[in-house]
């Protein structure tokens, strides 16, 4: 059975750090696009972060962008999201996503994992 783990959430205070894990397993997604949504209450689910298999290429929503970083280690079949100078607006449940049908973009994924909740306080 394939299944994508997240782990690493939790509660920060607004100018914090954490650092997400995804961790897959039941097959290898080295050669999958991979990447990160979140959905914070009572707002639909959106795109964070992606990877192309290499980790040559990345890609992040406006909102996030010079203070998130994703990353692989294929040997490792993980994928990391670094959260730096949080804010309260980050505050959402973190999905891991992968593509098996896409080495390059995140597109439609075709795995999700469970998601973890993410909490910054102001």
């Known amino acids: 059975q394939v299944q994508l783990v997240e782990s690493g959430g939790g509660l920060v205070q607004a100018g914090g750090s954490l650092r997400l894990s995804c961790a897959a397993s039941?097959?290898?997604?080295?050669?999958?696009?991979m990447g990160w949504f979140r959905q914070a209450p009572g707002k639909e689910r959106e795109f964070v972060a992606a990877?192309?298999?290499?980790?040559?290429?990345?890609y992040y929503t406006d909102s996030v962008k010079g203070r998130f970083a994703i990353s692989r280690v294929n040997a490792k079949n993980t994928v990391y999201l670094q959260m730096n100078s949080l804010k309260p607006e980050d505050t959402a449940v973190y999905y891991c996503?992968?593509?098996?049908?896409?080495?390059?973009?995140?597109?439609?994924?075709?795995?999700w994992g469970q998601g973890t909740q993410v909490t910054v306080s102001s």
């Open positions: 996503a992968a593509n098996r049908n896409s080495a390059t973009l995140l597109g439609q994924p075709t795995h």
């Open positions: 039941g097959r290898t997604f080295s050669s999958s696009a």
């Open positions: 990877i192309s298999w290499s980790g040559t290429n990345t």
